[in-house]
């Protein structure tokens, strides 16, 4: 089952900050994230696992709520490189298969 | 190391023509992934391999087939093309998974098919 992204699409001016949330009806083994530039491969971003722990990647972070199922993923104080679509990709506890499902994507503008 | 490797870049196909999307991974990475990406969509999976010689199916694995006779090349094959199998198509590779650290998938640059 396809993870849910949210929002689908969000427009920031530099510095402002950002908040992509992504949510599962199943229970989440790890939740990856990757940032894709028009015509480009995605590219990682982090991988959490399940324990509610919080990564950060320079002002990019993101944590993981195992009682919702969720992954947020924070983007603070925006810059132009910010620019692009960010999926989730979600991994299922018992699942065993060494798969990811992603989400359909959120696309980030940061505008000057 | 150059990381994954797909050719060709882009390549249009008449329905009916088959062809093989190349893979090939230098960090000698047992986890390899084949992934279509359709305009505006996410990511899904068509193959995956976790070792020379282990395959198994993915998402939407129907009108594709792969094989892994080595470490590092996972060949994607078409069959019989479709307008459906117009899209972008990943090849990932991962040196793990469920180990912490380990995970982390690595992309090519893509392969644009266009069917018509």
């Known amino acids: 089952q396809q993870p849910v992204q949210s929002p689908q699409a969000v427009i920031l001016r530099e510095g402002e900050d950002a908040v992509i949330n992504c949510s599962s009806s199943?229970?989440?083994?790890?939740v990856h994230w990757y940032r894709q530039k028009h015509g480009e491969a995605p590219v990682f971003l982090m991988i959490?696992?399940?324990?509610?722990e919080q990564k950060g990647h320079e002002k990019i972070s993101a944590s993981f709520n195992e009682k919702k199922q969720q992954s947020s993923l924070y983007l603070t104080a925006s810059q132009l490189s910010y620019s692009g679509t960010y999926f989730c990709?979600?991994?299922?506890?018992?699942?065993?298969?060494?798969?990811?499902?992603f989400g359909k994507g959120t696309k980030l503008s940061v505008i000057p | 190391n150059a990381g994954v490797t797909q050719t060709p870049k882009f390549r249009i196909l008449k329905i009916g023509q088959s062809m093989t999307l190349q893979c090939t991974q230098d960090?000698?990475?047992?986890?390899m992934y084949w992934y279509r990406q359709d305009p505006g969509m996410g990511l899904k999976l068509i193959y995956y391999?976790?070792?020379?010689?282990?395959?198994d199916k993915g998402e939407v694995p129907n009108g594709y087939n792969v094989s892994r006779s080595t470490t590092e090349d996972f060949p994607l094959r078409l069959e019989l093309a479709a307008p459906s199998q117009t899209s972008v198509y990943f090849c990932?590779?991962?040196?793990?998974?469920?180990?912490?650290?380990?995970?982390?998938?690595?992309f090519g640059p893509g392969t644009r098919l266009l069917v018509l």
């Open positions: 960090m000698n990475h047992n986890y």
């Open positions: 990709g979600t991994e299922y506890s018992g699942a065993g298969s060494y798969q990811l499902t």
């Open positions: 959490l696992l399940k324990g509610g």
């Open positions: 391999s976790v070792g020379a010689g282990i395959t």
């Open positions: 199943k229970a989440l083994y790890s």
């Open positions: 990932a590779s991962s040196y793990g998974a469920g180990l912490a650290g380990q995970e982390t998938q690595y």
